[in-house]
């Protein structure tokens, strides 16, 4: 070995950069993205978050990475999607306060069959829309209802069954039928 070649191996070997800060994501694949780090050099990261995130391009994401290797640890500004998926039955539960349910576009609750059961239930809605194949309703004790206005549309037979039954108006009462039957 020459004493020039000697000394080229005895140089240190350039060390890899590190990097941890923000990634803009540029193109999403399955299991890495391509980011945008360092004021435009781009780099290939593989997710490595606890929790399912699918990102979505111009998010910016908390990135790390040595030499050519990088991946994602955060979410610093995403509008992609958060996945929890468990296999089994699941028990998601407050001890000790509240659990709240909420977000600033909607709550859906997708499901074969939902129960709730509680002791006491309040509902507040600007508007109620349901729509059913039937519907039973079982009232222990007394069912009232307030209303504005009720209107009632039954396209077949209507039969009202009580052991008393009064019909009450400040002003006109009509009754109308090709046949009334009283008695």
Known sequence: MTTSAAKIHELPLPRPEDYLGPGYVIAVEPHEVTVEIRGGERARAQMALSIPYAPAIGDVLLVIGKGDEHYVIGVLHGSGKTSLSFEGAV????????????????????????????????????????????????????????????????????????????????ETTS????????G
Not at 175 to 182: F, R, S, T, V
Request: hydrophobic fraction near 40%; charged fraction near 20%; charge should be negative.
């Open 91 to 170: 028990d998601l539960r407050a001890t000790g306060g509240p659990l709240t349910l909420s977000s600033d576009q909607g709550v859906a609750i997708h499901g074969p069959e939902v129960e709730v059961q509680t002791g006491k239930l309040h509902v507040f809605a600007g508007a109620v829309v349901e729509t059913l194949g039937s519907l039973l309703q079982r009232v222990r004790e007394a069912l009232n209802i307030h209303a504005g206005k009720m209107h009632t549309v039954v396209d077949d037979t209507s039969f009202l069954t009580a052991k008393n039954a009064s019909i009450v108006t400040e």
């Open 175 to 182: 009754i109308n039928g090709n046949e009334i039957h009283l």
